[in-house]
């Protein structure tokens, strides 16, 4: 049976990234471990640790990406909570099986490998949760 393993990150959607590292970064005093560009998501993202998980900003670098929609929307705050599995695809199937509705309907991979998909927060309660399997 296929177990989560640990809250991997928070998600925030930001519209103004230096903006919201003097309050991450500065004021609470996260150490910024990397910012990081990723075109394939429009997107620029700044991965904040904290007690063997993160805080990843995230800002949109073009209007047209998914988090600048999700911006427009819904305003900067908290965009989706990332859980780590063992096994991706046992956990999707066994969600798929309680009727709980998948917005992937396969994994995706990342760059480094990652495979990972979401959750939509009609199942959930209102919050957008991603599966991560390292």
């Known amino acids: 049976?296929?177990?989560?393993?640990?809250?991997?990150?928070?998600?925030?959607?930001?519209?103004?990234?230096?903006?919201?590292?003097?309050?991450?970064?500065?004021?609470?005093g996260i150490e910024l471990h990397e910012l990081r560009d990723v075109p394939a998501e429009k997107s620029q993202v700044a991965f904040l640790?904290?007690?063997?998980?993160?805080?990843?900003?995230?800002?949109?670098?073009?209007?047209?990406?998914?988090?600048?929609?999700?911006?427009a929307k819904r305003g900067p705050g908290m965009h989706h909570l990332c859980l780590e599995v063992d096994d991706i695809?046992?956990?999707?199937?066994?969600l798929k099986a309680k009727n709980i509705r998948l917005i992937n309907e396969e994994p995706r991979t990342a760059v480094?490998?990652?495979?990972?998909?979401?959750?939509?927060?009609?199942?959930?309660?209102?919050?957008?949760?991603?599966?991560y399997q390292i």
Do not use: C
């Open 1 to 28: 049976m296929p177990k989560i393993k640990a809250v991997n990150h928070v998600a925030v959607v930001v519209d103004d990234m230096d903006k919201s590292l003097l309050f991450w970064r500065d004021a609470l």
């Open 49 to 71: 640790p904290v007690a063997g998980a993160e805080v990843e900003l995230v800002m949109p670098t073009s209007e047209d990406s998914g988090i600048a929609k999700y911006l």
């Open 89 to 94: 695809e046992g956990m999707m199937s066994q």
């Open 112 to 131: 480094d490998g990652k495979k990972y998909a979401f959750i939509h927060p009609e199942s959930t309660g209102g919050v957008l949760v991603e599966l």
